[in-house]
């Protein structure tokens, strides 16, 4: 139905960035919920980010807020994460994912659709 790829991880120094990408198909892009989650070793899924389709609507985990930005461009089928100020305990597996809707949710059970991930290691 909805396809999912996510790229862009990768080795980085603790305070640099990173831009992770993530494209969509099979589906009505605009008219989808997407959100970012993560999972390091050993610890439960967490919510990052997620927004409307139209971008007018977005929440941030209290970890990441005023560090990561998640936008998207429809024309692109493609949602983006820019992650800068790095952490350490920003290492994790990221994952976007989808769901038809239009109430933004934190819950991973609220979303349909998953992509495969993509690492991100932050070394200190």
């Known amino acids: 139905q909805v396809q999912l790829v996510e790229s862009g991880g990768g080795l980085v120094h603790a305070g640099g960035s990173l831009r992770l990408s993530c494209a969509a198909s099979?589906?009505?892009?605009?008219?989808?919920?997407m959100g970012w989650f993560r999972q390091a070793p050993g610890k439960e899924r967490e919510f990052v980010a997620a927004g409307t389709g139209s971008g007018r609507t977005i929440f941030y985990a209290d970890s990441v807020k005023g560090r990561f930005t998640i936008s998207r461009d429809n024309g692109k089928n493609t949602v983006y994460l820019q992650m800068n100020s790095l952490k350490p305990e920003d290492t994790a597996l990221y994952y976007c994912?989808?769901?038809?809707?239009?109430?933004?949710?934190?819950?991973?059970?609220?979303?349909?659709?998953w992509g495969q991930g993509t690492q991100v290691t932050v070394s200190s």
């Open positions: 099979g589906g009505t892009f605009n008219s989808y919920i």
């Open positions: 994912a989808a769901v038809f809707g239009t109430a933004v949710s934190g819950d991973s059970a609220s979303y349909k659709y």
